[in-house]
């Protein structure tokens, strides 16, 4: 509303008239929030319900830094030749992350170790690294040259505060479901959470353009 009434707004209002790019905030900010908060929580879990050392959760996560690269690198030229249906292949294989952490927590309660995990966090990296540059790549497929730079800003700060949201939300969900029936139920819960979180963002997806934006662009700071 403010940006509607401003002299020289830095969000030109015509953007959220766009189909295709209010798509993309909207599941941009669902999605990033959610395997923001997963991540987050992944580290909470293997610290306060394993007792792992700060160290040793933070190792148990770097299987993701690897999928998250290399997804990251195949997709700049990937989305180029797909479009939205990179986006698709990226939340298809993040879903199975959430849902392969879940069934594994869930069959392993207190056995669970950052070995077993090694598979889905690194199908979560996977997920996340296909996704994060191409879905705003996509979601400006469509938008006027003129407003591109308004919509990349716009993209990458929706981007930010996912981080935030997600953070607070899944950690939120954990925390009371931790007090009531256990960390291993809380950790399932929320994994469970998310993975219906990434199943309405499919749904979402094929309002987005159907072709990316101009290859060499940048949309995420």
Same mark, same amino acid.
């Given at each position: 509303?403010?940006?509607?009434?401003? !002299?020289?707004?830095?969000?030109?209002?015509?953007?959220?008239?766009?189909? $295709?790019?209010?798509?993309?905030? #909207?599941?941009?900010?669902?999605?990033?929030?959610?395997?923001?908060?997963?991540?987050?929580? #992944?580290?909470?879990?293997?610290?306060?319900?394993?007792?792992? /050392? !700060?160290?040793?959760?933070? %190792?148990?996560? /770097?299987?993701?830094?690897?999928?998250? #690269?290399?997804?990251?690198?195949?997709?700049?030229? %990937?989305?180029?030749?797909?479009?939205?249906?990179?986006?698709?292949?990226? *939340? +298809?294989?993040?879903?199975?992350?959430?849902? $392969? *952490?879940?069934?594994?927590?869930?069959?392993?309660?207190?056995?669970?170790?950052?070995?077993?995990? #090694?598979?889905?966090?690194?199908? *979560?990296?996977?997920?996340?690294?296909?996704?994060?540059?191409?879905?705003?790549?996509?979601?400006?497929?469509?938008?006027?040259?003129?407003? !591109?730079? /308004?919509?990349?800003?716009? *993209? /990458?700060?929706?981007?930010?505060?996912?981080?935030?949201?997600?953070?607070?939300?899944?950690?939120?969900?954990?925390?009371?479901?931790?007090?009531?029936?256990?960390?291993?139920? !809380?950790?399932?819960?929320? +994994?469970?959470?998310?993975?219906?979180?990434?199943?309405?963002? %499919?749904?979402?997806?094929? %309002?987005?353009?159907?072709?990316? $934006?101009?290859?060499?662009?940048?949309?995420? $700071?």
């Amino acid at each position: 509303m403010r940006q509607r009434h401003a !002299a020289s707004p830095l969000i030109k209002p015509t953007l959220l008239l766009n189909k $295709g790019f209010t798509s993309g905030l #909207i599941l941009g900010l669902a999605f990033f929030a959610a395997l923001a908060g997963l991540t987050y929580l #992944i580290s909470l879990f293997f610290q306060l319900v394993q007792h792992y /050392s !700060a160290d040793k959760a933070a %190792l148990s996560l /770097s299987p993701m830094a690897f999928g998250f #690269i290399t997804a990251s690198l195949a997709g700049r030229t %990937l989305v180029q030749r797909l479009g939205r249906t990179f986006v698709v292949i990226g *939340l +298809a294989t993040a879903l199975a992350g959430a849902f $392969g *952490l879940w069934a594994t927590v869930l069959t392993g309660k207190t056995g669970v170790t950052g070995y077993l995990t #090694i598979p889905s966090v690194y199908v *979560l990296g996977l997920g996340m690294g296909a996704c994060i540059n191409s879905l705003y790549t996509v979601a400006i497929g469509d938008v006027a040259q003129d407003e !591109a730079g /308004s919509a990349s800003g716009s *993209l /990458s700060s929706v981007q930010q505060l996912a981080s935030a949201i997600g953070a607070a939300v899944v950690t939120s969900i954990y925390f009371k479901v931790s007090a009531a029936h256990g960390g291993i139920t !809380a950790m399932t819960t929320s +994994a469970f959470t998310v993975a219906m979180i990434i199943v309405a963002c %499919l749904g979402l997806v094929w %309002l987005l353009p159907r072709k990316a $934006g101009p290859e060499g662009e940048s949309h995420v $700071g």
